[in-house]
């Protein structure tokens, strides 16, 4: 089936510094992926929608100049957190529909990264 | 937007069948997902609900009124391995919606 991959698993970084997480579809091309973002014991929130050959839409709240979203190719898109800071200490996970953004089609997730900033 | 609702935490016995149910009221609807996730890790898809009825999948069934906006995931036969998160998502359009997750623990 269907597999999106997502790295690092695990990260930890000082405050100030900037932090990529890559996220990609191993056997399908996605034109859309999402990221999320989850607090320990809370629900997945939705940071951006990354599209292929244009700019991320970003969730209300959601600092663009902060989170820089990249969808470089069909297969990789990448989500920079920039001048970390202990609160940004989160699971991101990335997520992309196989077969586009039909609604029929299902959603693969990434496996998550761990992402600490000390 | 959406409303989601599902219970938050349910103890069931190993062998045991467990109904989790979900209600939700939407302003567009194109399918419900059911997801699986252990802590500190990603969801994992377990269903997709699109036309009402039920869905089985092995161990796990999926049913869907859209009429009610009403939705519950069955599972059987339940393992220690089912302990778990269990999350009700809606999906309008291509952006989805999460519940809050029902926290399943099975015990022996």
């Known amino acids: 089936g269907a597999v999106v991959s997502q790295h690092p698993s695990r990260v930890i970084c000082k405050s100030g510094t900037s932090v990529k997480i890559e996220c990609r579809s191993l056997?399908?091309?996605?034109?859309?992926m999402f990221w999320y973002r989850q607090f320990p014991k809370q629900s997945l929130m939705l940071m951006a929608t990354?599209?292929?050959?244009?700019?991320?839409?970003?969730e209300q709240g959601v600092e663009k100049d902060k989170f820089l979203i990249n969808h470089a190719s069909l297969t990789l898109s990448t989500l920079t957190v920039t001048s970390a800071h202990p609160e940004d200490s989160s699971f991101y996970i990335c997520?992309?529909?196989?077969?586009?953004?039909?609604?029929?089609?299902?959603?693969?997730f990434g496996e998550g990264s761990w992402l600490t900033v000390v | 937007g959406q409303n989601i609702d599902q219970p938050t935490e349910m103890t069931a016995t190993e062998g045991a069948i467990v109904q989790i149910n979900c209600t939700y009221q939407?302003?567009?609807?194109?399918?419900l997902f059911w997801y699986q996730q252990h802590a500190g890790e990603a969801p994992t898809f377990l269903s997709y609900?699109?036309?009402?009825g039920l869905e089985e999948k092995g161990r796990f069934s999926s049913f869907l009124s859209r009429s009610k906006g009403y939705s519950y995931l069955l599972l059987k036969e339940l393992q220690m391995k089912d302990s778990a998160s269990y999350l009700c998502?809606?999906?309008?359009?291509?952006?989805?919606?999460f519940g809050a997750g029902t926290t399943v623990t099975v015990r022996a």
């Open positions: 056997d399908f091309q996605a034109t859309t």
């Open positions: 998502v809606l999906i309008n359009d291509y952006k989805l919606s």
């Open positions: 997520s992309a529909p196989e077969g586009g953004q039909s609604a029929g089609n299902t959603i693969y």
């Open positions: 939407t302003s567009g609807f194109n399918g």
């Open positions: 990354s599209n292929e050959g244009s700019k991320a839409t970003y």
């Open positions: 609900n699109v036309l009402d």
